[in-house]
């Protein structure tokens, strides 16, 4: 007769309700919403494009009700100059005399996503492989060297063995292409999702792809269909990515069940 054995599951040693981000520890102005359902599992970054702000990434953020799942949306930390509406950017994006920098460096967005994500990690007592990370163009731009730059300080300070728990949970990146070239002995185990059109605007060349495979060791694209620009916008674009996340999302289990 086959024996069965019943264990009670483990329950997780992290708060179900992580404590709320606090303004004096992050700089700039965000939106933060614990998950609807009341566990806070995984935590999802957003970040905006160039010259917009948090405020339709927060309601974007809301309005997916992903499971177990709370929202941070960030405002990028630098108003774009020469414009007098309310327009930001992650880093400096023009020169003097209000043209695109061509080769523009990320490093303020990167220092200004460390004070935030130190403070999460620590504060608020998000495990680095709880948080996900999505970004529109420049915001998607951001999330990617983010990432890398992320995993590179966490091998530096581990060694060579650094477990795939100090890497993010998953990136997400729409016509966000990488701005650096990536030099990693180690490519980052973060799964990434490169979203963008086939042509125009949001468009992300093969070379840049190709970028990506040097940094990163699991890499998915998705094309969107239409002439359509910008973010994502019907059912059909958001399936690939909503698929992807269910596929990484954590899921807490209940406490008091048992495992056979």
Avoid at 67 to 90: C, H, I, K, M, N
Avoid at 202 to 224: C, L, Q, R, W
Wanted: proline share 9%; aromatic share 10%; net charge neutral.
């Amino acid at each position: 007769m086959t024996e069965v054995h019943l264990h009670e599951s483990q329950a997780s040693s992290l708060p179900r309700v992580k404590p709320t981000p606090k303004a004096s520890n992050i700089p700039g102005t965000f939106f933060y919403s614990p998950s609807d359902d009341g566990t806070d599992e995984n935590l999802l970054i957003l970040l905006h494009g160039l010259g917009d702000t948090h405020v339709p990434f927060s309601k974007l953020g809301k309005s997916l009700k992903l499971p177990q799942t709370a929202v941070l949306s960030l405002r990028a930390p630098q108003q774009v100059p020469f414009l007098y509406e309310d327009a930001w950017q992650w880093y400096p994006s023009f020169d003097t005399l209000g043209e695109m920098i061509p080769n523009p460096n990320p490093t303020p967005a990167l220092q200004f996503l460390t004070k935030v994500v130190d403070h999460l990690t620590t504060h608020c007592k998000w495990p680095l492989n709880r948080i996900h990370l999505f970004g529109f163009a420049q915001g998607g731009s951001v999330a990617v060297e983010f990432t890398l730059e992320r995993w590179k300080v966490s091998r530096a300070s581990s060694g060579t063995t650094t477990p795939d728990s100090q890497a993010f949970a998953s990136v997400v990146s729409v016509a966000g292409p990488l701005l650096t070239y990536p030099t990693l002995s180690t490519k980052c185990p973060t799964p990434l999702l490169i979203v963008h059109r086939s042509s125009g605007e949001t468009s992300i060349p093969s070379k840049d792809i190709n970028a990506f495979k040097k940094g990163f060791e699991n890499i998915t694209e998705h094309k969107m269909k239409g002439p359509k620009e910008g973010m994502p916008a019907s059912r059909e674009d958001w399936e690939p990515i909503m698929k992807f996340w269910s596929e990484r999302l954590e899921r807490r289990k209940v406490e008091g069940l048992y495992d056979i």
